[in-house]
């Protein structure tokens, strides 16, 4: 697989990234289409939204161009931006009209179906051979849904603060380009490189202070195509990279949030209820800046990337990352406790009352 038609894919979905969220940050600063601060907001000041449309459209020009003028072969790519799309054309009419929470997730259920449909599940049970093929695939089917449905929540809940987002999306992007290339799999490598490099783009408009938000429409849509970046793997790759390798990639994102709905759970609190208690809604509630946050938790998602992609031809790479994993995740809720009892603080939030389902605190 050639470098130079890799490097043009990159290049235009950063470009159209950078030059489209420009634009649409004028518009919607023209049309008062802003994010006003509220109790649960990381930031203090009314800002722009609806950033994440030129991630959306950056990423599905570069891949339609990679296909239809680079001649690259990236039919499954192009099946997962296209439901991408109309994932985020409903996450836009949220933005800006507002949907009820159950049509959301029946939209990524939805999803999720067609994806599985279009290109199958993963193999989870299936590796484990457990029971008959049938019978794992089927199984494999229902839970391949539930994790594509279950992360864009996730990665929802975790867009709080300045550059979080978009710096997971830009290591997951790079990542799955990398495991492309190496496999020799040019629909992983150009999803990968046309998502890692619209967040590139999109990022300097987004870092703090941030002069625009991604919104639901960029949010869903980021989560969607790193949720189901290893259906574009066939299979009978070698070495095999399966749904673990991707995960380990996003942990930050999957660890706080998991941590954070265990942790409100077993408190007895509402867990469809708002609040400001993610491990990184603490760390700033503690006195660290956006960036510095954001930095972590990219630079965390960076070295397991790294871990999983380095070892020559992806030899067996879960098995570090994951001992990585298990150390860094513990360092990480180590920071935080310490950083709320240096400043005695509560988490802000741990007490608040019953109210709109959560969702991602602009920022």
Not at 50 to 67: H, M, N, P, Y
Not at 217 to 225: E, I, K, Q, R, Y
Request: aromatic share 6%.
């Amino acid at each position: 697989m050639s470098l130079t038609p890799l490097v043009a894919v990159a290049v235009l979905s950063a470009v159209l990234s950078w030059s489209i969220v420009a634009l649409v940050r004028d518009a919607a600063l023209r049309r008062g289409l802003l994010d006003v601060p509220n109790a649960r907001s990381s930031h203090e000041r009314p800002t722009p939204r609806l950033g994440g449309l030129g991630i959306v459209a950056a990423v599905a020009v570069s891949v339609a161009a990679a296909r239809a003028w680079l001649g690259l072969d990236v039919r499954p790519a192009a099946i997962l931006v296209g439901l991408g799309l109309v994932v985020a054309l409903v996450s836009l009419a949220d933005d800006l009209r507002g949907l009820p929470a159950l049509v959301r997730l029946a939209v990524h259920l939805a999803a999720g179906l067609a994806a599985v449909a279009a290109l199958g599940p993963l193999d989870v049970i299936a590796d484990l051979g457990l029971t008959a093929p049938d019978v794992a695939r089927r199984i494999d089917s229902v839970l391949t849904v539930l994790w594509i449905a279950g992360f864009m929540n996730a990665f929802n809940f975790m867009d709080g603060i300045d550059g979080i987002a978009g710096g997971q999306g830009l290591v997951a992007g790079a990542a799955t380009a990398a495991i492309g290339w190496l496999l020799g799999v040019p629909s992983a490598a150009v999803l990968g490189l046309a998502l890692a490099a619209a967040c590139l783009g999109f990022l300097p408009h987004n870092w703090s202070p941030a002069t625009i938000f991604m919104g639901d429409v960029g949010s869903a849509f980021l989560g969607f195509l790193i949720a189901t970046a290893p259906m574009v793997a066939p299979a009978t790759a070698q070495p095999p990279v399966g749904l673990l390798a991707f995960a380990l990639v996003a942990w930050p994102f999957l660890f706080d949030a998991m941590l954070t709905f265990v942790r409100r759970a077993a408190r007895g609190e509402n867990v469809m209820a708002a609040h400001k208690t993610h491990l990184y809604q603490r760390l700033t509630q503690a006195g660290w800046s956006h960036g510095r946050v954001a930095g972590l938790y990219t630079a965390l998602a960076g070295v397991a990337a790294a871990i999983v992609v380095l070892p020559p031809a992806l030899g067996r790479p879960t098995r570090p990352a994951m001992a990585f994993v298990a150390v860094a995740a513990a360092a990480l809720s180590l920071l935080v406790v310490q950083a709320e009892r240096h400043l005695k603080i509560r988490p802000a939030g741990a007490d608040r009352p019953a109210g709109a389902a959560e969702g991602s605190p602009r920022a």
